[in-house]
């Protein structure tokens, strides 16, 4: 059985998280306000802290 061929892909370059960050974040009139986004944030603000210590 005839196999395709595999084509060499290119070394992804790694992003800069610093230039990304800011172009991802949401807030003013866009930031939603339900349960579930208020949820979200508690659980992004206690990594942040786990991540600090």
């Known amino acids: ?10 070394a992804l370059k790694p992003s800069n998280p610093l230039a990304i960050d800011p172009l ?3 807030g003013g009139a ?9 949820r979200a944030r508690q659980k992004q603000e206690l990594l942040r802290r786990l991540k600090q210590q």
């Open 30 to 38: 866009h930031q939603r306000t339900d349960k579930r986004a208020k």
């Open 1 to 10: 059985m005839k196999r395709a061929k595999r084509v060499a892909r290119p």
């Open 24 to 26: 991802l974040a949401k």
